[in-house]
């Protein structure tokens, strides 16, 4: 048994369906690395999370490329 369509429900749906904010970032892929805190800086909180994708607006591979950096500038003691 389904639930009834309530009119909550139906703007989750909405909510849900929004495009992402396609952020124009000009950020050549060799500027991202690990050496590079200040650039990394900008895809964390204050207190060190990784933003998600739909907050940052960046495709996915570049993503995927600044998850890496900012994991590795964490292990060499670079970006807390």
């Not at 009834?4 to 904010?21: D, G, I, L």
């Given at each position: 048994?389904?639930?009834?369509k309530?009119?909550?429900?139906k ?53 995927r ?16």
């Amino acid at each position: 048994m389904s639930t009834p369509k309530t009119p909550q429900r139906k703007s989750n749906f909405r909510r849900a369906n929004r495009a992402m904010p396609h952020r124009r970032l000009d950020i050549s892929t060799d500027a991202i690395d690990f050496k590079n805190p200040d650039l990394l800086k900008k895809f964390t909180t204050e207190s060190g999370k990784i933003l998600p994708r739909r907050m940052t607006g960046v495709a996915a591979h570049l993503h995927r490329k600044i998850t890496k950096a900012i994991k590795r500038s964490r292990n060499v003691l670079l970006m807390k």
